[in-house]
C-alpha cells in the first residue's frame, strides 16, 4: 500500500504540474513524468508517507482553486490536447481508482475501511 500512496503523492504533485502550477522543488516533480517515477521510487518510512500524502493533498487542493477563473483554458496533457477542467477531472478519476485498490487491498487484509462500519 506504500507504493500506491506514493504514487498518488506523485501524481498529486505532476498534475497540477502540467496545468500550469509549480511543484515544491524538495519533490523534484515538473513536467516530465521521469520525475515523478524517480519520486515514487523513494524509500520512505510510514510516518514519512503519511506526512507527504496529507502535503500533496494540501497542495492539490490550492492547486485546484488557484485555477479555477482558467478552467476553460488549453493545456496539454500527456501529449494530448485538453482544458484544466479536463485535467482536474482526469486529477479526480485518479483519486477515485486508487481509492478503489486501497479498499480491495484493506479487505483482502481483513481490514474494513471506517465509512463501511
Avoid at 77 to 105: D, S, V
Amino acid at each position: 500500500t506504500g507504493e500506491v500512496f506514493q504514487h498518488v503523492v506523485a501524481d498529486n504533485y505532476l498534475l497540477p504540474v502540467l496545468g500550469g502550477a509549480q511543484a515544491p522543488s524538495e519533490t523534484g516533480i515538473t513536467k516530465d513524468y521521469k520525475t515523478a517515477q524517480a519520486f515514487e521510487k523513494k524509500t520512505m518510512t510510514r510516518e514519512a508517507t503519511i506526512a507527504v500524502l496529507e502535503k500533496s493533498f494540501a497542495f492539490l487542493r490550492s492547486s485546484m482553486s488557484a485555477s479555477e477563473a482558467r478552467l476553460d483554458a488549453p493545456i496539454e496533457m500527456f501529449g494530448q490536447k485538453n482544458t484544466t477542467r479536463g485535467l482536474w477531472i482526469a486529477t479526480l478519476t485518479h483519486l477515485h481508482e486508487h481509492m478503489g485498490q486501497l479498499i480491495a487491498y484493506a479487505r483482502s487484509n481483513k481490514v474494513t475501511p471506517p465509512w463501511s462500519k
